[in-house]
């Protein structure tokens, strides 16, 4: 198994036989390298989105033209992309689970707001946010997407067991790093913990530190734009 930092909360997984990039804000992420989205892209099977605002979903249509890519995300934001702009979706919903080129899928929830941007960047609802649980290769990595502590978190360490965590940690929209630690040490047991939704901008958290000193015993990676991460 091979994880990819796209910057931002941006990822590529590669599991299984599939190749999922996750989130993958490219365009205008000031953290990306323009000239390796040919590299990122590559060999992907499925876009897999955790909600519609434009710092997660903004090249999503793009690239699901370009590569001929299915979307894969919450039933509502699903319906309206089908509709209105007549990409292939894969829309399910919270405690649903997808079967992608042998990688199980299972969405969960966050708490965050969620819409897309239409009409002169008025925002249209666009279902709610979430995360995601995905299974395979002997790892289950729980991706977080945009959320804040929520006790839900509780069941969800319990149920699915992650080993590897995708934890947004740049505080501001979403938990910081110490809530994140936090919700890290109280909520699971993972043995591997990558922060994303972090130094993008200034108004974000520009390091880990709070994080890996507050998760004594777990590895806490830094991750590298397009630097891969093997499992």
Request: charged letters at 20%; one cysteine or more; a negative charge.
């Amino acid at each position: 198994m091979k994880l990819t930092w796209l910057g931002h909360s941006g990822f590529r997984l590669e599991i299984e036989s599939a190749v999922l990039l996750i989130d993958p804000w490219l365009t205008g992420n000031p953290m990306f390298p323009a000239d390796r989205r040919t590299e990122a892209l590559a060999g992907a099977t499925h876009l897999l989105i955790t909600h519609g605002h434009g710092d997660h979903a903004a090249d999503s249509l793009a690239i699901a033209r370009t590569q001929g890519l299915p979307i894969v995300c919450i039933h509502e934001l699903s319906e309206i992309w089908r509709a209105q702009e007549g990409i292939e979706t894969i829309g399910f919903g919270k405690g649903g689970t997808l079967t992608l080129g042998g990688a199980r899928v299972t969405m969960v929830n966050a708490v965050h707001s969620a819409s897309i941007d239409y009409e002169g960047g008025r925002p249209q609802p666009a279902g709610s946010a979430a995360g995601f649980m995905i299974a395979g290769e002997d790892h289950t990595t729980y991706v977080s997407g945009d959320t804040d502590i929520m006790a839900d978190m509780d069941w969800m360490g319990d149920y699915h067991k992650p080993d590897i965590g995708i934890l947004c940690a740049g505080g501001r929209y979403t938990m910081d790093m110490n809530r994140a630690a936090y919700a890290a040490k109280r909520y699971f047991n993972f043995k591997t913990v990558i922060p994303c939704h972090y130094r993008t901008f200034p108004i974000l958290e520009q390091s880990a530190a709070a994080l890996i000193a507050g998760l004594p015993g777990v590895r806490v990676i830094e991750p590298e734009v397009m630097k891969p991460i093997d499992f």
